[in-house]
């Protein structure tokens, strides 16, 4: 069983992106039960953008039924060794191109890794 947590600026984006798609809560606990069989994912829907043998930092899709055939983007930190899930980002890919990559960096430096 994996451990969840998240960033206070993560929850802050899930509540105000929660007001637009009401069906955000169940879409991100379907995505939990996949993340419990492939924690870095799974095919073309994840991208791990930083990997190492202690963390692993993956961007993944987010398929949200209020959208209908457009996703959202859910970046998390994976920690084998835990089995531990820290979420750090959540946006609209219509909203925003990319993830915020100073979070990442800014994520990784509290952490202690280079």
């Given at each position: 069983?994996?451990?969840y947590e998240s960033l206070t600026i993560f929850d802050k984006e899930f509540k105000r992106l929660f007001k637009k798609y009401l069906s955000l809560e169940k879409d991100l606990n379907v995505l939990k039960d996949a993340l419990e069989l492939f924690p870095t994912g799974q095919s073309n829907?994840?991208?791990i953008i930083y990997n190492s043998e202690e963390i692993k930092v993956v961007k993944t899709r987010l398929f949200c039924?209020?959208?209908k055939g457009s996703t959202l983007r859910l970046v998390?930190?994976?920690?084998?060794?835990?089995n531990k899930i820290c979420f750090l980002e959540i946006y609209f890919k219509g909203?925003?191109?990319?993830e915020d990559r100073e979070?990442?960096?800014?994520y990784l430096k509290e952490i202690g890794v280079k």
């Open positions: 069983m994996i451990n829907n994840s991208e039924r209020y959208l998390y930190v994976y920690y084998p060794k835990e909203d925003k191109v990319n979070r990442i960096k800014g």
